[in-house]
């Protein structure tokens, strides 16, 4: 007998990464609005970049439908959304977030850069070495009633860099160095967005009640399986939600199985006594099952 073995481990795993897919809802969609320089450093095509970013940490999460850039882009184009300001009004949120069909809308930005360059001279060299630090932030609003549901930022940094840093304008090495602080200051704001998702996803889903089964047969060493999975061998006790009828199976080598749907409650007991399958002619069967089934 072919058995299916449940990996309990793997599939709690999954209800913690993969809530909305593994509860049968869908995602809900979300739109990336915008990703804004509110420094006055220059770094080239950052809002993009940004943007980039954010898109590929939200869509990692598995949490979310990302709702397509370019339609995003059309929209907030036809109704003339200013970014800088547009998620502060309501109104605007609300009536960009059923253009888009979307759940919750998305701005990402750079709040600071914080550059510092130290000049070192000796024995007729001179060196210099960085330091540098950016703050992001993250903006989500819950697109049907026009509220801020998550609002946060981070701050990152690098020292002892072997080159200079200008504050007014980025690039080379220091712009390679700065995307990397973003795009891990992103994903570290997308992170705790993420875990604030998944509790609500438990609060709004309460957990389902187990209670204590015990089944055993006669002979012992019966194969237990309940919707075709393999759970043991009896005896064995058992945790499963109660309230659910369960189809269960009680089956043994050389002897008659049993398979009977059983309402699941506090501290059932299931005991099957299965008999030998006589030796019959080619043709004939004698099927005796005794069960006893008992709550206590």
């Given at each position: 007998?072919q058995r299916k073995v449940l990996p309990f481990g793997l599939f709690v795993l999954a209800l913690l990464v993969f809530p909305p897919l593994l509860s049968g809802k869908e995602p809900p969609v979300i739109a990336v609005v915008s990703f804004e320089n509110h420094t006055r450093v220059y770094i080239p095509d950052v809002e993009n970049m940004g943007l980039q970013y954010l898109e590929s940490a939200l869509l990692s999460t598995g949490q979310f439908t990302?709702?397509?850039?370019?339609?995003?882009?059309?929209?907030?184009?036809?109704?003339?959304?200013?970014?800088?300001?547009?998620?502060?009004?309501?109104?605007?949120?609300?009536?960009?977030?059923?253009?888009?069909?979307?759940?919750?809308?998305?701005?990402?930005?750079?709040?600071?850069?914080?550059?510092?360059?130290?000049?070192?001279?000796?024995?007729?060299?001179?060196?210099?070495?960085?330091?540098?630090?950016?703050?992001?932030?993250?903006?989500?609003?819950?697109?049907?009633?026009?509220?801020?549901?998550?609002?946060?930022?981070?701050?990152?940094?690098?020292?002892?860099?072997?080159?200079?840093?200008?504050?007014?304008?980025?690039?080379?090495?220091?712009?390679?160095?700065?995307?990397?602080?973003?795009?891990?200051?992103?994903?570290?704001?997308?992170?705790?967005?993420?875990?604030?998702?998944?509790?609500?996803?438990?609060?709004?889903?309460?957990?389902?009640?187990?209670?204590?089964?015990?089944?055993?047969?006669?002979?012992?060493?019966?194969?237990?399986?309940?919707?075709?999975?393999?759970?043991?061998?009896?005896?064995?006790?058992?945790?499963?939600?109660?309230?659910?009828?369960?189809?269960?199976?009680?089956?043994?080598?050389?002897?008659?199985?049993?398979?009977?749907?059983?309402?699941?409650?506090?501290?059932?007991?299931?005991?099957?006594?299965?008999?030998?399958?006589?030796?019959?002619?080619?043709?004939?069967?004698?099927?005796?099952?005794?069960?006893?089934?008992?709550?206590?």
């Amino acid at each position: 007998m072919q058995r299916k073995v449940l990996p309990f481990g793997l599939f709690v795993l999954a209800l913690l990464v993969f809530p909305p897919l593994l509860s049968g809802k869908e995602p809900p969609v979300i739109a990336v609005v915008s990703f804004e320089n509110h420094t006055r450093v220059y770094i080239p095509d950052v809002e993009n970049m940004g943007l980039q970013y954010l898109e590929s940490a939200l869509l990692s999460t598995g949490q979310f439908t990302l709702a397509d850039r370019l339609t995003v882009d059309r929209s907030l184009t036809e109704i003339g959304f200013s970014s800088a300001s547009g998620l502060v009004d309501p109104a605007y949120s609300i009536q960009l977030g059923k253009m888009l069909g979307a759940k919750y809308l998305v701005a990402g930005n750079v709040i600071d850069i914080n550059c510092k360059t130290t000049e070192f001279r000796g024995y007729g060299v001179t060196t210099h070495r960085s330091f540098v630090s950016v703050t992001l932030g993250l903006r989500v609003v819950d697109a049907e009633r026009g509220t801020v549901f998550f609002i946060d930022q981070v701050t990152l940094s690098r020292e002892n860099l072997p080159f200079e840093f200008t504050s007014v304008r980025i690039s080379g090495e220091s712009r390679t160095t700065l995307q990397n602080l973003m795009q891990e200051g992103v994903r570290r704001l997308v992170g705790r967005f993420s875990q604030k998702m998944t509790q609500l996803v438990s609060q709004a889903t309460p957990s389902a009640r187990t209670v204590r089964v015990f089944i055993d047969s006669i002979p012992p060493g019966a194969d237990v399986e309940i919707g075709g999975i393999f759970f043991g061998n009896t005896p064995c006790e058992l945790f499963l939600e109660e309230g659910k009828v369960l189809e269960i199976t009680v089956s043994l080598a050389g002897y008659d199985s049993w398979t009977k749907k059983v309402l699941i409650r506090p501290d059932l007991k299931i005991t099957a006594t299965l008999r030998e399958t006589p030796r019959t002619a080619p043709g004939q069967t004698q099927v005796q099952v005794q069960v006893g089934i008992d709550s206590q």
